[in-house]
């Protein structure tokens, strides 16, 4: 019997800090690649602040969890994409952005950035494609 493999695309929509909903859509993001799904992740709206560089949490109390994002590329998460849109109109650019990297295990290839800036129609083509969209 062969795996039956889905889309999954996970939509990151909320700041990374001051709410739950960050961290646990990462948890979920890292269960689906563990499961060997084919996996996409989105940041939109203010979810775009959870792939900011330098991120400072002593102030609020919180543990720092954005090193982990780094991961995603030794996960298999391949497909990561930020809404340019999102980024402008918080005055963000790719610049400002950490650095997703991995490399393939059996070719031995080196990536230095997985982190794809699209624009709307891009976004809708995503999601057209994925049999299931999880929002956080």
Known sequence: ?????????YLNRKAPYGTIYAWEALEVVLIGAAFDQDVCV?????????????????????KNFSPTYRTL????VRRIY???????ARGLTQD?????????METEEEFDNIVEVIDSARVSELMNESDAIFSF
């Open 1 to 9: 019997m062969s795996e039956v493999v889905k889309k999954f695309m």
């Open 42 to 62: 989105l940041f939109l709206d203010d979810g775009v602040y959870q792939l900011t560089r330098g991120q400072d949490t002593k102030g609020i109390g919180m």
């Open 73 to 76: 590329g030794d996960y298999e």
């Open 82 to 88: 930020v809404d340019r849109a999102s980024l402008e």
């Open 96 to 104: 400002d952005l950490v650095e997703i990297a991995y490399e393939d």
